[in-house]
């Protein structure tokens, strides 16, 4: 009866393995995203990413004054 026993404690092992993360990601997404581009609303981390942004998505823009 010992390959019983071990396939039991392998299905559970498993069982605990493959378990979905606990929480969701959205929360620390939302807090880390806190600048937003007014043209197509894409969210970015901070004004030097907009910056960029303004230079490869809509470069004949001018980028919004950077608020410190």
Same mark, same amino acid.
């Given at each position: 009866?010992t390959r019983?026993k071990?396939?039991?404690?392998?299905? +559970?092992?498993? #069982?605990?393995k493959?378990?979905? /993360?606990?929480?969701?990601?959205l929360? *620390? +997404?939302a807090? #880390?995203?806190?600048?937003?581009? /007014?043209i197509c609303?894409?969210q970015? *981390?901070n004004?030097?990413?907009?910056?960029?942004?303004?230079g490869?998505?809509h470069?004949?823009e001018?980028p919004?004054?950077?608020s410190?």
């Amino acid at each position: 009866m010992t390959r019983g026993k071990q396939k039991i404690e392998a299905q +559970r092992r498993n #069982a605990e393995k493959n378990q979905k /993360p606990k929480g969701s990601q959205l929360e *620390a +997404r939302a807090v #880390a995203l806190k600048v937003s581009c /007014p043209i197509c609303k894409v969210q970015l *981390a901070n004004e030097k990413q907009l910056g960029d942004h303004y230079g490869s998505k809509h470069p004949k823009e001018i980028p919004p004054a950077v608020s410190s």
